[in-house]
């Protein structure tokens, strides 16, 4: 009994020493030794350690791989801290963040200023064009060209784009014309889509641009294969998905983001949060703290920008793509700008929102503006030329504009082709019965405008 005696309290001073006192598991050892020493005082050891062994056992349980830390506080958690937003450049155009500053040269600075101008004059021209019935709809930029200047810029043409509908300054930057952009908006046979889309729906293959779709986030989950994809054949580029903050509440957003970050796919999110999703301002569509807050509840490096601020885009897409590239792994970036015009041709913003607050927008945080102010304070742009570049891009669109309209439309029979490697009897069986519809009652239709 003696020895059983001092064998517990060895152990007990053992475990004092490192600040262990539970009751239940002393007890069980306690009565290991006791039941032991009643057998076999030799076997009192081994029963302790067997004793002990179990206690250690129970006091290492299985832990879920999402559980960090236990708590006795009974609270539900909201939301954090609200996430700031980045910026390099004030309104004035002046540089805020003196460390930040890309300190680009002044060719690169003039070309993205240009590039927002003659998109802004395009924009101007074919909105009113469709007013005019000469194209069947179209959607502006404006207000978001700093966005697409200062995200395109940033990238390579290795990198693969998955617009959305209003992104059309990423392909101006990459190298798009204005012919591609009207030839496509007037669907004449210079068209790639050979006038099978709607306007704006632009695409190019050459640009590592995917034709943009009308439904709204399906693009989004296609970059992040797309990304899975450079990521499997160690290319050294990304993808990148350009959505609206109304988009964000698709289940196809939620869904890409969690597929991205399982499969670390060197995606980059960019959300455009322009202030409305169509009709609906952003203080109806979420009570979240923006779009930027989702990421991190998918494990993925999050940011807020100032989307007006060309050089605060630039900063963040550069860093974020070499982060994508390098590790391998998503970046969500939320942009925070401002849909400077109507959602669409089809929409009328003046039923939802005041003229007052666009007019605010407009003259004391636009993009263009600010990139302005930037340049002349450098000395790199003076009055003289801006009227000159508004007025040569506006002719040149005007000029494009017309030729455009005066080429043919595609032939009737392309409306057959491009989908499948050999056309199905059903196609082929519509096709023939379409010529001998036209052979029989052509002079019924005007078929002159389209090829032959």
Same mark, same amino acid.
């Given at each position: 009994?003696? #020895? /059983? ?84 450049? =004030? ?39 469709? #007013? ?10 404006? $207000? ?25 300054? /990423?392909?101006?930057? #990459? ?10 908006? /007037? ?12 306007? /704006? ?23 992040? $294969? ?45 959300? #455009? ?113 801006? =009227? ?28 057959? =082709? ?35």
């Amino acid at each position: 009994g003696f #020895r /059983v005696c001092c064998q517990f309290r060895r152990i007990h001073r053992s475990f004092a020493c490192i600040g262990y006192s539970h009751k239940k598991h002393l007890a069980m050892i306690a009565r290991a030794l006791f039941a032991a020493g009643r057998r076999s005082l030799a076997r009192a050891p081994v029963a302790a350690s067997s004793a002990m062994r179990m206690m250690c056992s129970v006091a290492e349980p299985a832990r879920h791989p999402a559980l960090h830390s236990y708590s006795g506080d009974l609270q539900f958690l909201q939301h954090g801290d609200p996430i700031s937003c980045y910026r390099v450049m =004030n309104e004035q155009g002046q540089i805020v963040a003196e460390d930040q500053d890309p300190e680009l040269d002044q060719d690169t600075v003039t070309k993205m200023y240009v590039s927002m101008v003659r998109l802004n004059v395009m924009d101007f021209i074919l909105y009113e064009a469709q #007013r005019q019935g000469r194209i069947s709809f179209y959607m502006t930029n404006y $207000g978001e060209e700093a966005s697409h200047i200062g995200c395109a810029a940033a990238l390579t043409l290795d990198d693969i784009i998955f617009g959305q509908y209003r992104e059309a300054g /990423v392909l101006l930057w #990459r190298g798009f014309e204005y012919p591609d952009f009207i030839n496509q908006c /007037v669907a004449n046979k210079y068209d790639p889509g050979k006038g099978r889309q709607m306007p /704006v729906h632009y695409g190019s293959s050459k640009l590592n641009f995917q034709t943009i779709s009308s439904p709204l986030a399906t693009q989004i989950p296609q970059a992040v $294969g797309a990304g899975y994809s450079l990521k499997l054949n160690k290319k050294p580029a990304v993808s990148v998905a350009f959505f609206g903050d109304g988009s964000a509440s698709e289940g196809d957003f939620h869904a890409a983001l969690n597929m991205a970050a399982t499969t670390e796919s060197p995606t980059l999110f960019f959300c #455009r949060n322009n202030g409305y999703a169509i009709s609906t301002p952003v203080a109806e569509q979420y009570r979240g703290d923006g779009i930027a807050s989702r990421g991190a509840g998918y494990g993925m490096k999050t940011i807020r920008v100032d989307g007006n601020d060309v050089f605060a885009v630039y900063n963040v897409v550069k860093q974020a793509r070499k982060m994508a590239v390098e590790q391998p792994q998503p970046v969500l970036i939320e942009a925070l700008t401002y849909r400077g015009g109507h959602h669409s041709t089809s929409d009328d913003s003046t039923r939802y929102r005041q003229a007052s607050e666009l007019k605010s927008w407009n003259e004391t945080n636009n993009p263009i503006r600010r990139l302005r102010l930037f340049l002349e304070a450098k000395g790199w742009w003076s009055e003289d030329q801006d =009227n000159e570049l508004r007025t040569s891009s506006r002719k040149e669109v005007l000029q494009v504009l017309s030729k455009g309209e005066g080429e043919k439309k595609p032939a009737i029979s392309e409306m057959f =082709n491009d989908v499948y490697a050999e056309v199905p009897y059903n196609l082929r069986r519509q096709q023939q019965q379409l010529n001998e519809h036209l052979a029989n009652y052509g002079q019924h239709y005007n078929t002159t405008p389209y090829e032959e």
